[in-house]
């Protein structure tokens, strides 16, 4: 294990971070603001620092600002049907500055109270800008389908949230045909076992899955590059 900037999210910090939600109180919040920031914020931001060769390494358009990669603490309400003002799950995001590169693949890390998760996934405003995804996967079968295995060996499962009920593609091949009519994708692991988290090897085990993984993320970014090049997702709809 190398020397890592990352040392782990200790227990303390995620109670106190569910108890600063529980509380929902700006008075507790700025009580406790510091203990807050150096037990869970600059940690995650600590993480994204320890990843940022290898992401570079995936692609050299990612970004990889420890402070616009990781989420707040302070949940912006507005427009949310829920106005509770602070999370307990937090999360970093990997990908391209969305302002440039909307809808962007990405990679990700995220905690709860009593879980942990990473992987890769790549969702878009436009569901018929997805249909590049699946354009890919019938030109190239075989790529993809080595790109899925090479997420299997990362740890990583396959899921998409939402998928078209009418078969788009019914004279598809059998072995590619379960991935054609996803409006989304990604590829996940999770774990209950929260010591891991309070560990520098964390680093260790999100780069070891993110680099098994990289054949993946490729081609969905030369799908997501094929939806540039066709002006089907344009830096504009970053207003979303």
């Known amino acids: 294990m190398s020397e890592y900037n990352f040392k782990g999210i200790k227990p303390e910090s995620i109670e106190l971070l569910c108890l600063n939600r529980f509380n929902d109180s700006k008075e507790f919040y700025e009580e406790h603001k510091l203990e807050l920031k150096e037990g869970i914020t600059v940690p995650m931001r600590q993480i994204v620092l320890d990843l940022s060769g290898l992401m570079y390494d995936i692609d050299d358009k990612m970004l990889t600002d420890p402070v616009r990669s990781v989420s707040r603490i302070y949940r912006d309400t507005r427009g949310n049907r829920s106005k509770i003002k602070y999370r307990e799950n937090m999360w970093l995001m990997l990908r391209r500055y969305k302002n440039e590169y909307p809808s962007a693949p990405f990679f990700y890390f995220e905690f709860y109270p009593n879980s942990f998760g990473y992987g890769l996934a790549f969702w878009t405003w436009k569901q018929s800008a997805f249909k590049e995804v699946h354009n890919l996967i019938i030109e190239h079968p075989g790529r993809w389908l080595d790109a899925v295995d090479a997420c299997k060996q990362a740890?990583?499962?396959?899921?998409?949230?939402?998928?078209?009920?009418?078969?788009?593609?019914?004279?598809?091949?059998?072995?590619?045909?379960?991935?054609?009519?996803?409006?989304?994708?990604?590829?996940?692991?999770?774990?209950?076992?929260?010591?891991?988290?309070?560990?520098?090897?964390?680093?260790?085990?999100?780069?070891?899955?993110?680099?098994?993984?990289?054949?993946?993320?490729?081609?969905?970014?030369?799908?997501?590059?094929?939806?540039?090049?066709?002006?089907?997702?344009?830096?504009?709809?970053?207003?979303?």
Do not use: H, Q, V
Not at 220 to 237: F, Q, R, S, T, V
């Open 155 to 240: 740890g990583l499962t396959y899921n998409a949230r939402d998928n078209y009920k009418k078969d788009m593609y019914p004279n598809a091949p059998k072995e590619i045909k379960p991935y054609l009519n996803a409006k989304n994708m990604e590829f996940s692991y999770c774990s209950f076992d929260m010591n891991r988290i309070n560990s520098p090897s964390l680093i260790d085990e999100l780069k070891l899955a993110f680099d098994l993984a990289r054949p993946m993320y490729s081609f969905w970014a030369d799908a997501y590059d094929n939806m540039l090049d066709k002006g089907i997702i344009k830096p504009e709809d970053a207003i979303r």
